[in-house]
């Protein structure tokens, strides 16, 4: 119904586990539970689109301390934390962290699906991005040395004139880099540009 | 000296010349007295031989005979006396009684032979014709008349030498008396003169050292360190002064000199001036009396007056000596000297109630008085720097208008005196002149005619505090004693602010700390059951939606649990289980309550009451009440919960203390021990009564008291506390008023622990 994405779902709880992998079963979530901290961090490396419901309070290692971890692999995944007992320090630390969201239990499934929708939303939108970014910067790697000197100077807010003076050639053949920088990085026009540079950089 | 060898050798000769004419003299004398005699002797040689030649009578006869032979030897002895004293006779003499002169015998010689003829003859009257019987009596006169010339010749040259010898003796004295004059002119005057130009040049000496000495008492007198005058007692004026008098009161010599006693003081000395004076004249003397004189200028003197009478020999005070000693700088040390002590009392009593007061706003206001009081000050401004670090409160202010205290607030500007001790260690002086902004940031100050001022900062453990500020015209600038003066106050003021702030902030913590500790048992108790709790209602809520979703779309059922397909009854069964879950926990948690933990610490009963005693001392209680205790140092340690026994203990030596407070005696006494059943026994004695009832028959817990000011912790919680350590608790009536008795386990209770606790 939702589509392609994964839930994680970590709680030590057992019965909550299973209650709510079971109503995100319903709403047509995939789910995949966890009781512990370490047993999602050992499973958790091809992720693709997904987010993670978290139980803050869990003996040995909890939720702030799993995001942290998560942060260190460079893993992004949107966290939504559950808690028992909304205690503002606990969601200020978490939201700090980066969380996506903050529930507190029990919660109602309206809430919780909307929320982990939009997660997953906000994650599909990265991944897309990403994907570009990447392929930008593949597109940036094929440029000649000389295209990338245009480029260089062209993303630094240079004219063609400039460009032209600094390189020690002619505006035409300037503008004749410049069309093939467009090309190949598919750029409709200077911002674009500019901000594809940005984005890989 | 010449004259002198001169005088003695004319005196010997003289005398030579003298003594010789004197021995002539009574040679002559002699000799007529000789020549005198033997006429004598001869005439009775004629008498006697005549009676003998008529007395018939044999004893006359006999009688005449002898006496005839005594005058015959008497006659002898002076011829001898004459021949053999005189040797050599004149040729008259000779002629007289020699004649001839050169004849061997002389007649008087043959005379006494023919008388020693006589006499040889027999005794009878028939000598009438013996022949030399004749012959003596027909020389008789002869003889007699020889003898009388010889006499008178004796007597003649004994004349001529007397008169040769008057002569000479007079011409002696003239020679004598010409040499003493010529001795006294020529010796005696000299001498004379030599000793007057002696005595001259000696008295020109004495004289001179006289005037030098006079001089130089002069110059003592006008140079003397002390004001000497002399006064006229009879009209009391001045009759004669020293320099010194005339350079220190600013006059000339002259001008003083006339001036009347009484108008050289101050008219508030003067009549202790005339008193000292009637002293004076009573008395003779006046010793040390303090008094002050003015100057020509007007500058005012301290003098001590001294003074001593002269007086004629009727006893009346011709003149008095007095002396002024300045004393001005000696008074000026002596008021140096009280200012400082002024100040330190007042810094020692200030000091004093910086350590008792318990609220800064009098202290302030005290301390500015102080300043006021004590140093030459118009102005006083205590002020307190607010919580943006940029504005002053006005705390205390005297010489300003009182409605400025606490409602004005000023901002600091760097440059003004405030803005700059507030970055400076030292008081900072600052006058209008200095700095034409120095006034910033206090108008209230601008025309009241304060021209300088100094500021010291009051400074806090927490830094910048306030600052002491004060004002006064041109006439007083600080000196470096007031500039220390009021730096001492602010620090002073700065730690009596530090100690008032943490005292004020122990008692509102040592408030809330009951409350404070009952929250936070409480918090704590909540978080974890509203976490375990919500575990479940978590679940359950999740079990009832999918149950709703399930029920609403019953086609659409994808929801499985480990590839096994979940239906209804699988959900509820979950529900259900989930909802005694719950309960269970709601149990436990009544269970723990109830039971407290396991004891694993060793806990020393004693540590605990100190620190509970420590922190009542803090109370507001502490003042009124006396806490003793004793404590038996060989108190085994119990294993009990720290927490939970700290509570009990604190909470009921609050009770005693607040009791022994409200009962006015203000007794409290705790102990502990050792009990009969080897429990460690707790006995807090205190005059306080009907503290505990609510600790020994428990009312209904009520954990959330509306008292927030603090009973503590309930007392049925304490109850229960000791209840949970199998602890027993009594009452006892004591001297003091009530002892409440606490005994606590060794061991504590045995460890109960139902079901798995709390943590699932």
Redesign the interface.
Known sequence: MSGEGTVYVVDD?I??L??????L????FKTRGYTSSDTFLEECRQLGNACLLLDI?M?EMDGLELQHRLKARSINLPIIF????G?VKMAVEAMKAGAFDFLE?????VVLIDCIRAALEKQAEALRSQVEIERNAEAISQLTKREHQVFELLVDGNSNKSIARKLGISVRTTEVHRANIMRKLNAKSLSHLVKTALAVK | MLALVLLALVTWIGYLVWSDNIERLRNDALKVNLAGRQRMLVERVGTVTNALAYVTDPAERQRLRAQLIDTVGQLEHARRLLLNDFGELSAPLAELYFNPPNAANGWLDDYIESIQALLLLPDSAAIQLDPNFLFIQQNLVVMVDRLDRVATHYQRENEQDLLHSIHFDSLIRGITLLMLLATGFFIFRPMEKQIAKDRVVELRAANEALSASQQELQLRYDNAPDMLLSLDPSTQTITRCNATAATRLGYAKDELIGMSRADLYTPACRDRATEAFENFLANGRVDDVELQVACKDGTLIDVSLSATAFRDPAGNITYSDAVWRDITRRKEAEAKIDKRTRQLTTLYLLGEQMLLSKELGPLMHNTAFCVFDTLPVKRVVICELCADGKNLTIRAAIGIPQNMVGAQSFSIDQRSLAGRALVSDRPVHLSGKASPSWLDGMDYLRDTGATNGIASLIKGSEGPFGLIMAFNDASNVFNQDEVDYIQSLSNLLGVAADRIRSEQRLHMLQQDLSVGTRDSALGELE?SL??????????????G??CR??LAAPD??????QGKP?DVAY?VD?IL??TE?ASDIIKHMQEYVELGDAYETELDINELIIDAVDLLKMSTYAASVTIESTLDSQLPKIKADRIQIQQLLFNLLRRAMEGAAKSGRGQLKVSTRVNDKQMVEVIIDSSGTNCYDDFLEPQEYIPFSDKQEGIGVDMSVCRSILEAHGGEAWQSSSNRGVAIHIALLLEGKAYVRRGDGL??
């Open positions: 709880d019965a909550v299973e209650s709510i992998t079971i109503l079963n319903t709403a047509g309070m003996p559950m808690t028992g007992h205690k239990k029990p919660f109602n499934d | 978080t509203s976490h375990e709790l919500n575990q479940p209602l978590a679940a359950i809520m999740n079990y939606q999918i979703r399930m659409n059922m994808p929801a499985q649990v979940v959900l979950r289980g989930e879950r943590c699932c």
